[in-house]
């Protein structure tokens, strides 16, 4: 620990040390608004051209800034708005430059803004917050998964996890991304069975995000969100204002490849917009054998009607495949392997071509379309309004048949099964599964399907806001959904055979002797339907020194199975089964005085159980007393801000009451039931700024986040879904698991002279726990027994980027980053084993160095 804590300060000590400030002669000040609303820009910059002075604007828009010389030229900038620079005399000791406008660069951001519930000022609402804008998404992400770009957040742990394109996970506060509620452009993506988000969906995020915010804890949206940690609002680049575009080729490790295009008409005199953008990833990958290859389009036509009435359609998408590690090994096994952390025992070469074995293959197409109506009614109010539709096509492979270990990995050992067919390499052997199937006279013992998980989502998303009076704001609005996700396995390749008889694997319209071809069903065959319709509102009440709000929520979920043919004696079809979850939340700030401010916030909450947990069975019979989730959270904090320094402080405090959980067992799955968890801790983000050339980021937090109590669980027979037995789990007082509860940041930015920036970020993590295994927690002895704690680890990224004028009308920008410098060989994420110690334990490692470049033109 000491070694990471010296790390840690003189990294601090060395940036600090090259700081120079300046001394004053002039003061200047004025207020910055929008041209359209004359709302105020709460964060807005203003730098002096040429020199190191600058400062941001206060909550009401207002700036204070000393100068040196009598003639300066002042850059206005806001994310979303058209920069703007103007001349200054400053011939007197202070100056008032009054109402400076400023109009935005894209179309309909604002708007986005609103119903996405962006906070603009941490100093106004009372919620923890943290932003990711434009600029550090384009210097930081190379060749980084866009939860990374979070990693320096407080009480946010990110992995690439198994290692494959976009199969990175993200935990806040503990919780996973079904606890999250995670936004694009203020439209839910969570999945609607699950709760879950899974990145590779949306590989493409950081190609078209001009903005992320993080909401910690209870967030400021007023739906009904599964936000028992935080909140994640993407708001995507809507169409530009101004006419040009871009094109850029990147290069990095284990032979990445990027290309991407951007076109905008800008807004036309005829109202009319349009932005086209479309990107290309291709790589081998870091780990052996995950290769792949993932495109993004998104497109924007925005038409603005009057000064009253906008429209915006917009289309985003990103398709992909990629190969996948199906499964997480020993540390013995990675040490005993030429392969170190690389280590991938799920792939093979057939007919020359790489393919990945059961669980080891990932395709998916999410797109998602959506039209926005912006109405501003009058002065004070104004109406919101999404139609969205995402029609989802993909899956992941499977193996089966009665010789399916052929090509299949132990997932409770993390080795190959002993009739596992491996080349003398240790790779998967397709030549003589090809053989073994051709030559059988019973058809093919082990064949590829495809999990397919279809879905059509429709939703609309409509919110009012009224400003009633100067201090009070009221909001409200309504969250309609409807669901149909499709599940079924399909037979993708009979390697080698003719034919296969699905045994007990066949549907009930299927005999066991059924011979079956590429294409036909086997497995499971189902439907789930969702309909949801929730209202939600919010009040808001703020003066010059204090601010609150109140909201609440009331959803319908209702729920119904289709079974398509696997348990068609229990019937087709089941009844809608209804649920009514609800919550509310309230928070008050209070500033002391323009540097300090304290706030506080609570909630309490009820989720209703998951779409699993109402049919575990897989078949149309309900499980009637699934639990609703219970959900109470408060948190305190406190704020000082000045020209310079921005300091954040809070705790929190939250407690989950009969949380439901499926967990994968070996080739197995458990639905756990009635869990409790407390998580609690403290926070601390600062961000220094003495000069407008370089700034000093710096993030702790600390947490404890444990199990309750002992669960009870239903072991299910992944292939036919059977009741394997129900089981007792000894979990109380155990961490939970693979979210670092410890975790520490400091990052600097210096832009050495004009158009050359470099990056440093230094991210701790300690304080992890290897997830538990409910099927090695079935012992008394196990009782009181905590999981494996990981060791703790450091890594430091660099960056570099450097904008310059190409030639006339064209400017380029060069970026360069190295991720891991010093190669840190460290344990990113864990499964507990028999003995909780790391001998038994499964693991993925983190990745090694790894490097990106690109090259961008602009016109």
């Known amino acids: 620990m000491k070694n990471y804590l010296k790390h840690f300060l003189l990294f601090a000590v060395l940036a600090i040390c090259s700081i120079a400030t300046a001394v004053a002669q002039a003061t200047l000040k004025g207020k910055i608004v929008d041209a359209d609303s004359n709302e105020p820009l709460i964060g807005a910059t203003i730098a002096v051209k040429g020199a190191s002075e600058g400062t941001v604007t206060d909550i009401d828009g207002n700036f204070t800034l000393k100068v040196k010389s ?5 850059v206005f900038s806001y994310v979303g708005y058209n920069e703007l620079s103007q001349q200054v005399k400053a011939s007197g000791k202070s100056v008032d430059l009054g109402v400076i406008t400023m109009t935005p660069d894209a179309i309909g951001l604002e708007e986005v803004s609103v119903i996405a519930s962006i906070i603009k000022s941490d100093r106004q609402t009372p919620i923890p917050i943290s932003n990711v804008k434009l600029a550090a998404i384009e210097e930081k992400v190379g060749n980084l998964e866009f939860p990374e770009l979070l990693k320096s957040t407080p009480s946010i742990y990110v992995t690439r996890n198994s290692g494959g394109y ?7 506060r503990g919780f996973d991304s079904s606890n999250l ?13 699950d709760g879950r988000v899974y990145w590779s969906n949306w590989s493409g995020l950081s190609d078209v995000s001009q903005f992320i915010q993080v909401q910690r804890g209870l967030g400021a949206s007023a739906l009904g969100l599964s936000s028992v940690g935080g909140t994640m609002n993407m708001v995507t680049k809507s169409t530009e204002a101004k006419k040009g575009g871009s094109a850029y080729i990147g290069v990095g490790n284990d032979g990445f490849r990027k290309y991407a295009v951007s076109v905008s008409t800008g807004l036309m005199d005829n109202g009319w917009s349009v932005t086209m953008m479309g990107a290309l990833n291709t790589g081998d990958g870091y780990v052996k054998g995950t290769n792949y290859e993932g495109w993004t389009y998104f497109g924007n036509i925005s038409k603005v009607i009057n000064a009253h009435h906008k429209l915006s359609l917009t289309a985003f998408g990103a398709p992909q495949w990629h190969n996948q590690r199906s499964t997480m090994h020993s540390i013995e096994e990675y040490k005993n392997s030429s392969d170190g952390g690389r280590l991938n025992y799920s792939y093979g070469y057939m007919n020359g071509e790489l393919t990945g074995g059961a669980y080891g293959y990932n395709f998916y197409h999410k797109p998602q379309v959506s039209l926005n109506h912006y109405w501003t009614i009058d002065e004070k109010s104004s109406l919101t309004t999404s139609l969205y539709a995402s029609m989802a096509t993909g899956g992941g492979r499977r193996v089966r048949g009665a010789k399916s270990n052929w090509l299949s990995i132990d997932n409770k050992t993390g080795r190959p099964y002993e009739d596992t067919k491996l080349t003398d390499g240790g790779l998967l052997d397709y030549d003589a599964v090809l053989a073994e199937n051709a030559a059988n006279p019973n058809g093919s013992q082990a064949i590829f399907t495809n999990a397919i998980n279809d879905h059509d989502w429709y939703g609309l998303l409509s919110s009012y806001k009224n400003r009633l009076t100067e201090n009070f704001t009221l909001t409200g609005g309504f969250d309609g959904r409807y669901y149909k996700g499709y599940h079924k396995e399909v037979i993708d390749d009979l390697l080698g055979g003719e034919y296969y008889m699905p045994g007990k694997d066949h549907l009930d319209f299927q005999s066991a002797d059924a011979l079956l071809k590429e294409g036909d069903v086997v497995q499971y065959s189902s439907i789930g339907e969702i309909v949801w319709a929730g209202l939600f509102a919010q009040a808001e009440y703020n003066t010059d020194k204090w601010s609150s709000f109140l909201s609440a929520s009331v959803t319908n979920e209702s729920y119904r199975y289709h079974d398509k043919g696997k348990y068609l004696k229990y019937g087709e079809k089941s009844s809608f089964y209804h649920f009514q979850p609800w919550s509310v939340k309230a928070g008050y700030n209070y500033k002391f005085n323009d540097n300090h401010n304290a706030f506080f916030n609570a909630g ?3 989720r209703a159980p998951y779409f699993n947990s109402v049919f575990p069975d897989h078949n149309v019979i309900a499980n009637q ?3 609703y989730e219970k959900i109470m959270t408060f948190e305190l904090g406190y704020g000082f801000s000045n020209e310079y320094l921005n300091v954040a402080l809070n705790g929190y405090y939250t407690k989950w009451m009969d949380k439901s959980v499926r967990k994968r067992v070996g080739e197995n799955n458990a639905n756990i039931t009635g869990l409790d968890a407390v998580h609690m801790g403290v926070e601390l983000e600062a961000t220094y700024k003495p000069v407008n050339t370089f700034e000093l980021k710096g993030m702790f937090s ?4 444990t199990w309750a109590d002992d ?9 036919t879904d059977k009741l394997l037995g129900n089981y007792d789990a000894y979990l109380k007082d155990v961490h939970v698991g693979n979210s670092a509860q410890m975790t520490a940041a400091l990052s600097a930015s210096w832009e050495v002279f004009k158009g050359l920036k470099l990056n440093a970020d230094y991210n701790f993590a300690g304080k992890n726990y290897a997830d538990f295994d409910p099927s090695y927690r079935t012992n008394k002895s196990d009782a009181g027994v905590d999981s494996w704690k990981m060791p703790n680890f450091y890594t430091i990224d660099l960056g570099l980027s450097y904008r310059f004028d190409l030639c006339k009308g064209l400017k380029a920008v060069i970026y360069s980053n190295v991720y891991n410098l010093t190669n840190t060989c460290y344990v990113a994420d864990a499964k507990d084993g028999t003995s909780h110690n790391w001998d038994t334990a499964l693991v993925y490692y983190g990745f090694g160095r790894t ?9």
């Open 70 to 74: 009598d003639k300066v030229t002042l």
């Open 166 to 172: 976009g199969d990175s996970r993200i935990n806040m």
């Open 181 to 193: 509620g995670v936004l694009i452009n203020g439209v839910p993506i969570n999945g609607m069975e």
């Open 604 to 606: 309490y909450f009820t």
């Open 625 to 627: 007393n699934a639990p």
């Open 702 to 705: 600390y947490g404890d986040w």
């Open 711 to 719: 669960v009870h669980f239903a072991l299910y027979d992944d292939a």
């Open 851 to 859: 490097w990106s470049t690109g090259f961008k033109v602009m016109f």
